[in-house]
Every structure is written in structure tokens, then in C-alpha cells.
């Protein structure tokens, strides 16, 4: 299973050369977070996760592994198999959603257990609440030392925002008065907050190119003129004008907007652009019975709540391989990991 993993982590360090970006609006008691995920495939599975499950993480090279049972359900977006989501919400409201970061430097070993950059994103949904247990977490694990450099935006309920960053082996978090814009793309925060001031005190008015760094004022200057004039556009059609402002093209796979009040997801995909709605209310997460999937790219627009079905391997074996083979280019799977990542959520059991 080790050897399993490392795969998904070679596989998403050859996408250095893509770009995300990651918002979060907070207007007239709504709480709105976008994401656009660059990437060179589209294929993905949107699952629910229960509450009540008993986990292990996967072993690393480096420390021991941490046990848990899972407080919250949540929904999720998996490319690369379950239990490994690239993004997703909890059923309190807390979203976690990661981008490339070079420069990034995990903790190296210590005392505390490590679990991969994609678990961590799981454990936070089925552990944490708030932004604060998310930063709070640090003290239990860390993420293993030789993951793929990644940065966070994590948001919740309460519209407390954070960037979670690991930088010299120290976690870095930018919150409250130290995150006067949030928003995230693929620089180190104060890097990107430095590129806002100097753009606001050139007074230009063109925003920047499409880098890392205009990605980032020009989705700070678009959620400013939202904040500041009375613009009746419903937010989630607002994060989606702003998601297609820093679009990638054909690198921009997906577009997700979390209406984190409303408890819903909306989300569009390179391969259908009709906009899909999850609404959390339609689904039960106690540990009863099975989760449920739905494949993301499948036609349709509207309420898909109805449209999850039970997990079925073949759905999931071909999307799956449908994400390595597209991924081939890049890195090679084999065909023994391909199976690991079919099979590693089999060892996951109600409590």
C-alpha cells in the first residue's frame, strides 16, 4: 500500500506546471467558496463519506500511522481513489481545498504520526469543525515530509477563512486580520498579498496576466467590487463569473462553488458545463448503510441529489483507470497500484 501511494503522489508532482485558484466570499451573511481545479484530466467521482467509520491511514516511510472514527460526514471530489479527495465540504460546513505550492517544506520526522497531503484533507472533513480544529490539528500529525508541495484554504461555517501553509518544516496560517483577502492561488500568501499592494499602488486599471500572481488580484479586485457596489447577482453565479475570469482554458477541469450557508454544492466540468446542485439535505451520513457516488462528468444540469447511486466498481474501476491513463504522460501507474487505489477503501468499516 505504501508503494500504492507514492504513485498518487509522483502523479500530482508532475502537475507543477498547473495553476488552481481558491476563494471564499463572505456578503450579507452568506458564505460562498470557489475552485477551479487545473489539472490534465477531468474524470473524477464526487462520493459521500459517513460518519462513524473506523480508519488507519496509510503507512509512510517516515511515522507511525494514526487511527480514527470519522465525526462528520462529508462529500468529496476523488480523481485518484477514495479516502484520497483532491477537495470537499463536511456536513458542519468546513470546506479544505489544496493547490500546487513550490517552495513548500513539510515538518520533518518527529514524535507525531504522518499521513499523506491527500488523507489530510480527509482526516480534517472527518474530524474538524472549524478552521481552528483544522490549525489545531498540527499539534496530533503532520503531513508526511516527502508530500507533494501543497498549500490550503480552508473554510467554515462561522466565515472564518485561512491559508494554510508549511514552509522551513513550520505550519504557516494566515487568518483573521493577517488574511485581509481570501483568496489562494500558487504562491506563498505574503507573496501574493505583496502582488495586490503593488498593483493597488500603481492604480492601474488592467488587471494582471493570468500567472499565479494576477490570478490573485484579479480575483481579490473582483470580490472587492462585489463587496463594495450593490451587485445583485445571486454569489454563487458571482464565484462562478470570477472562476471563469482565471480560468486556465482546457487546463481548468472543474468549478466548484461551495454555498458553505446553504449547505449545497455547485459545480460545472470541462466535459459538461451545465451546473450541477448537491444539496446535503438529501442525503443521510450515519453509519447505516453504504455511501454513495456519482460521476461527475455524466450529462445533466440541476439537483443531482437524487442521482447518487450505491458504489459500483465497475463505474469506479473506469474512471479510475480513465484518470491514469490520462495521467500516463506524466507518470506511470501499474497496473498492481491501480488496484491498490481500487481496493484500499475496502479496509474502512462502520465502528
Not at 508532482?13 to 475552485?35: E, H, M, P, S, Y
Not at 487511527?67 to 479527495?85: A, C, D, L, R, V
Not at 463505474?315 to 498492481?336: F, G, M, P, W, Y
Given at each position: 500500500?505504501?508503494?500504492?501511494f507514492?504513485?498518487?503522489?509522483?502523479?500530482?508532482?508532475?502537475?507543477?506546471?498547473?495553476?488552481?485558484?481558491?476563494?471564499?466570499?463572505?456578503?450579507?451573511?452568506?458564505?460562498?467558496?470557489?475552485?477551479n481545479?487545473?489539472?490534465?484530466?477531468?474524470?473524477?467521482?464526487?462520493?459521500?463519506?459517513?460518519?462513524?467509520?473506523?480508519?488507519?491511514?496509510?503507512?509512510?516511510?517516515?511515522?507511525?500511522?494514526?487511527?480514527?472514527?470519522?465525526?462528520?460526514?462529508?462529500?468529496?471530489?476523488?480523481?485518484?481513489?477514495?479516502?484520497?479527495?483532491?477537495g470537499?465540504m463536511?456536513?458542519?460546513?468546513?470546506?479544505?481545498?489544496?493547490?500546487?505550492?513550490?517552495?513548500?517544506?513539510?515538518?520533518g520526522?518527529?514524535?507525531?504520526?504522518?499521513?499523506?497531503?491527500?488523507?489530510?484533507?480527509?482526516?480534517?472533513?472527518?474530524?474538524?469543525?472549524?478552521v481552528?480544529?483544522?490549525?489545531?490539528?498540527?499539534?496530533?500529525?503532520?503531513?508526511?515530509?516527502?508530500?507533494?508541495?501543497?498549500?490550503?484554504?480552508?473554510?467554515?461555517?462561522?466565515g472564518?477563512?485561512?491559508?494554510?501553509?508549511?514552509?522551513?518544516?513550520k505550519?504557516?496560517?494566515?487568518?483573521g486580520?493577517?488574511?485581509?483577502?481570501?483568496?489562494l492561488?500558487?504562491?506563498?500568501y505574503?507573496?501574493?498579498?505583496?502582488?495586490?499592494?503593488?498593483?493597488?499602488?500603481?492604480?492601474s486599471?488592467?488587471?494582471?496576466?493570468?500567472?499565479?500572481?494576477?490570478?490573485?488580484?484579479?480575483?481579490?479586485?473582483?470580490?472587492?467590487?462585489?463587496?463594495?457596489?450593490?451587485?445583485?447577482?445571486?454569489?454563487?453565479?458571482?464565484?462562478?463569473?470570477?472562476?471563469?475570469?482565471?480560468?486556465?482554458?482546457?487546463?481548468?477541469?472543474?468549478?466548484?462553488?461551495?454555498?458553505?450557508?446553504?449547505?449545497?454544492?455547485?459545480?460545472?466540468?470541462?466535459?459538461?458545463?451545465?451546473?450541477?446542485?448537491?444539496?446535503f439535505?438529501?442525503?443521510?451520513?450515519?453509519?447505516?448503510?453504504?455511501?454513495t457516488m456519482?460521476?461527475?462528468?455524466?450529462?445533466?444540469?440541476?439537483?443531482?441529489?437524487?442521482?447518487?447511486?450505491?458504489?459500483?466498481?465497475?463505474?469506479?474501476?473506469?474512471?479510475?483507470?480513465?484518470?491514469?491513463?490520462?495521467?500516463?504522460?506524466?507518470?506511470?501507474?501499474?497496473?498492481?497500484?491501480?488496484?491498490?487505489l481500487?481496493?484500499?477503501?475496502?479496509?474502512?468499516?462502520?465502528?
Amino acid at each position: 500500500m505504501k508503494k500504492i501511494f507514492t504513485a498518487v503522489l509522483l502523479l500530482l508532482v508532475a502537475g507543477a506546471g498547473f495553476a488552481c485558484t481558491t476563494f471564499c466570499i463572505n456578503k450579507d451573511g452568506q458564505i460562498i467558496f470557489g475552485r477551479n481545479y487545473d489539472w490534465i484530466t477531468g474524470a473524477g467521482i464526487v462520493n459521500t463519506n459517513l460518519r462513524g467509520l473506523v480508519k488507519t491511514s496509510v503507512k509512510n516511510n517516515d511515522a507511525k500511522t494514526i487511527s480514527w472514527i470519522s465525526k462528520y460526514g462529508s462529500i468529496t471530489f476523488n480523481q485518484y481513489g477514495k479516502e484520497f479527495p483532491t477537495g470537499g465540504m463536511n456536513e458542519n460546513g468546513l470546506v479544505v481545498e489544496l493547490m500546487w505550492l513550490d517552495g513548500t517544506r513539510y515538518p520533518g520526522k518527529d514524535a507525531r504520526p504522518s499521513v499523506s497531503v491527500l488523507q489530510w484533507i480527509q482526516y480534517q472533513l472527518d474530524n474538524s469543525s472549524t478552521v481552528e480544529d483544522v490549525i489545531n490539528t498540527d499539534a496530533k500529525l503532520r503531513i508526511e515530509d516527502r508530500g507533494t508541495p501543497l498549500h490550503y484554504l480552508v473554510a467554515d461555517a462561522k466565515g472564518n477563512v485561512a491559508s494554510i501553509e508549511f514552509l522551513k518544516g513550520k505550519m504557516v496560517v494566515h487568518t483573521g486580520n493577517s488574511l485581509p483577502f481570501p483568496v489562494l492561488t500558487n504562491n506563498t500568501y505574503e507573496e501574493s498579498l505583496q502582488a495586490e499592494k503593488d498593483f493597488e499602488k500603481n492604480k492601474s486599471d488592467i488587471l494582471p496576466s493570468d500567472n499565479s500572481l494576477g490570478r490573485f488580484v484579479k480575483a481579490c479586485n473582483m470580490i472587492q467590487q462585489l463587496n463594495a457596489n450593490n451587485i445583485s447577482t445571486p454569489l454563487t453565479d458571482f464565484a462562478f463569473s470570477v472562476l471563469d475570469q482565471v480560468s486556465q482554458g482546457s487546463y481548468t477541469k472543474w468549478s466548484i462553488v461551495y454555498d458553505i450557508s446553504k449547505k449545497e454544492i455547485h459545480f460545472k466540468t470541462a466535459d459538461n458545463a451545465g451546473i450541477k446542485i448537491i444539496r446535503f439535505s438529501g442525503f443521510d451520513f450515519s453509519c447505516v448503510g453504504s455511501y454513495t457516488m456519482f460521476n461527475m462528468n455524466q450529462p445533466g444540469e440541476g439537483d443531482v441529489t437524487t442521482k447518487f447511486i450505491l458504489p459500483d466498481k465497475n463505474i469506479k474501476r473506469s474512471i479510475l483507470h480513465q484518470a491514469i491513463e490520462e495521467s500516463r504522460a506524466n507518470v506511470a501507474i501499474t497496473a498492481k497500484e491501480e488496484e491498490g487505489l481500487m481496493t484500499y477503501e475496502d479496509s474502512i468499516k462502520c465502528k
